[in-house]
């Protein structure tokens, strides 16, 4: 078991590093950008691509540079317009999954010689794009009529300075297919295989048997609100959309009604004004001419009259509907450090429970990256280690648990409960009890917990064993189990459940 948990530590040590120099943490950061406004995010990886490495080598006169080519797993946020799953799938796993790709035409070019394109196919392609006759083979920029205008496809698409679209199919495709593409791979040309392939207009420049053992596809998606049985879920936007349109209307009320309520309505008796009378020049000490009226009338001229304003009532509808989005967004105004926070929230202690319960609905969306997106991602980099890497030693049967709802709810509470399981055992019983290598694994663990050092702090388990034996017995001088306190009555503590102690 220990040899296993060593294994399993070198394991995530190593896809930790591989995480961090493919870009993971880049494109995690665009995917919840795209969680929280589209109807899915989705990430893609880990896709395999040949970088250039620096590397500094010893020679004679110092250090120097080189630059060498290696294969790393990549990792990309996948913009949801250009990403095209098939009619009724759930996830990028079912039936097909497209991604669109614009090329300027060296990138294509730098992909001849790479494992995997055909060169012919390429250099097909660069021929036809070099006339023109590739331009818009998608038909993008055709999207018009009654209904639609040039304005409906999206900016990502309206690409002016790339020259070239691809399509990535990933899914099953015809063994004959594949056999008059070029992957030899093919037994049996009436069966279907999960392959990936690159179209450029009617030239396949890739097709690619797909290697994963179960035919995982490198695309994960998630949403912020799943949506059974379907792809796209619901976004924030989505969300609050019925609460946004109800607002809207509140602020333009509003907006009127402050215009109509900033100064006195004027009404004017048009028949006793002299020709000429201009209506609109009203400044302080002006000089009216009135006309007798011809029906003996006794009013006024000219009424003035202030329109009531209903801008407390508006700004009471917007708060309260504001409150509602704070529920259904399960964001609260006060996580991103608003002072709106009233009752409980006023004070320390209830900001926290507030925050705590808050947390409780955000937990069912970080449950969904978990599920969906964290946990087979890792799992797919997993296998890609086990299958390919040549470190055995890090190699074994183990399975990706993906922590951050459990994490994210236990975090703080975990760290303070060690500090309390410190405080309580610091007693010369519980010390006999747990002993110092029981003592020891607590400590490191709340190093760990604070990110620290933990083998700075804390010696490692076979260093300290070797501490804990008695000096004639191979252990340091003054290292035995022998404690130097007493207790309450005045009598030397002598430790009692220590293996030596037992075995004597």
Known sequence: KEEARKATQRMEDKMEDQLAHGGFVHAI?????????????????????????LTWANDEGGVSPEVTETIIPEFERVDPFRAYPAP??????????????????????????????????????????????????????DVQGPQHSPSDVPDSLKRTVFDIDVLEYYGPIKGHDLLEWGVEEVEDPDATYEACVWLVGSWVIKAQLNYDPLGARP???????????????????????????IVNAAVRALVNNMGLASGP???????????????????????????????????????????ESNARELLDVIEHFYQFADDFSLVPRYMAGSEQATGAGRTASGLSMLMDAANKGLKGVVSNIDTDVIKRLLEKLYTHNMMYDEDDSLKGDAQVIARGAVSLMQLETLQLRRNEFLNITANPVDTQIIGPAGRAEVLREVARGLELDTNRIVPP?????????????????????MSQETLPSGAATTDNLSPSSMMS
């Open 29 to 53: 950061g665009e995917f919840l950008s795209d969680l929280v406004v589209y109807p899915s995010a989705i990430i893609k990886g880990p896709v395999l691509r040949k970088r250039k490495h």
């Open 88 to 141: 009724g799938a759930i996830s990028p796993q079912d039936g097909y999954f497209i991604q669109h790709h614009t090329f300027e035409y060296s990138d294509l070019y730098d992909m001849i010689g790479v494992a995997g394109f055909n060169e012919e196919s390429i250099r097909a392609v660069l021929r036809e794009s070099a006339a023109g006759s590739l331009h818009n083979w998608l038909g993008l920029s």
């Open 219 to 245: 695309f994960f998606k998630t949403s912020y609100e799943n949506l059974p049985g379907q792809f796209w879920g619901f976004g924030i936007p989505d969300i609050l959309n019925d609460i946004q349109g």
């Open 265 to 307: 309505q004027i009404g004017v008796n048009v028949d006793r004004l002299p020709p000429g009378e201009d209506l609109e020049n009203i400044r302080p000490l002006r000089i009216w001419q009135f006309i007798e009226s011809q029906y003996g009338s006794k009013e006024d001229v000219i009424k003035f009259f202030q329109p």
């Open 461 to 481: 388990r076979e260093v300290l064993e070797q501490m804990l034996l008695p000096p004639g017995e191979g252990g340091q001088q003054g290292g035995g189990m």
